[in-house]
């Protein structure tokens, strides 16, 4: 089966409101991870990257946690906005420069 | 910077059919990706190149698909001959090896519907 996995496969919240997407993995090996947002028609757009030796990293309204006790990552989006409703995607590098071992993605969905 | 550039948008064949798809990556990319995407899934890797040299195919369906990147800039990907399976999104990416980030450029993706 697939090493990377998504608890849910849709959100659903409410404009403003904070958004947690979460993403489970196999390979304790993987030492860098990826979020990826993708919309309706558009190819993958990159978010925000960890590497193995963090457990938690900001950007712009998006941070990104890191559990390797549990093997565990999730992708949190501050202040939701209607932009942000796409499908985003979690993906690992288990060790090959550039082979992203893709999730099979969560839906978010911004109620306005 | 002008992103990764893929045509066509959109095809649509008869199974049995050939198909080719091209990409065009980011000025300086050296590193090559076609990914396969299914409705709902997430995108599947099918080979990446490293400049012309092919370093991972090991996903490639070697029967019916092929690619090539002959002067280790464009690329095409060809499914000869097309099976109804083969509607999916065929997505390529580049990246810089060495960059400070593991990112991948992603195009707009080759939608095909074999009918």
């Known amino acids: 089966g697939e090493s990377v996995g998504l608890h849910l496969p849709t959100l659903s919240v409410q404009e403003g409101d904070n958004s947690i997407i979460n993403c489970a993995y196999s390979?304790?090996?993987?030492?860098?991870f990826i979020w990826y947002k993708q919309e309706s028609g558009k190819g993958p757009q990159f978010i925000i990257d960890i590497r193995s030796n963090m457990d938690k990293r900001q950007g712009q309204r998006v941070t990104v946690l890191l559990n390797k006790t549990v093997k565990h990552l999730s992708l949190q989006i501050a202040a939701t906005q209607p932009g942000d409703s796409a499908v985003y995607f979690c993906?690992?590098?288990?060790?090959?420069?550039?082979?992203?071992?893709f999730g099979k993605g969560t839906k978010l969905s911004v109620k306005p | 910077e002008a992103g990764v550039v893929q045509s066509p948008r959109y095809k649509i064949i008869e199974k049995k059919q050939p198909v080719a798809f091209w990409c065009n990556p980011i000025s300086g990319h050296n590193t090559l990706y076609w990914y396969l995407q299914n409705l709902g899934q997430g995108p599947e890797l099918l080979i990446r190149?490293?400049?012309?040299?092919?370093?991972?195919d090991s996903q490639l369906p070697k029967d019916r698909f092929s690619a090539e990147r002959l002067k280790g800039v464009d690329s095409t990907l060809k499914i000869q001959p097309a099976e109804l399976g083969d509607s999916a999104v065929y997505l390529c990416?580049?990246?810089?090896?060495?960059?400070?980030?593991?990112?991948?450029?992603f195009g707009e993706g080759s939608r095909l519907t074999v009918l």
């Open positions: 390979n304790s090996a993987s030492d860098y």
């Open positions: 993906a690992e590098n288990q060790g090959s420069q550039g082979n992203l071992i």
């Open positions: 990416a580049s990246s810089l090896r060495g960059a400070d980030t593991g990112e991948l450029f």
């Open positions: 190149y490293e400049n012309e040299e092919a370093v991972d």
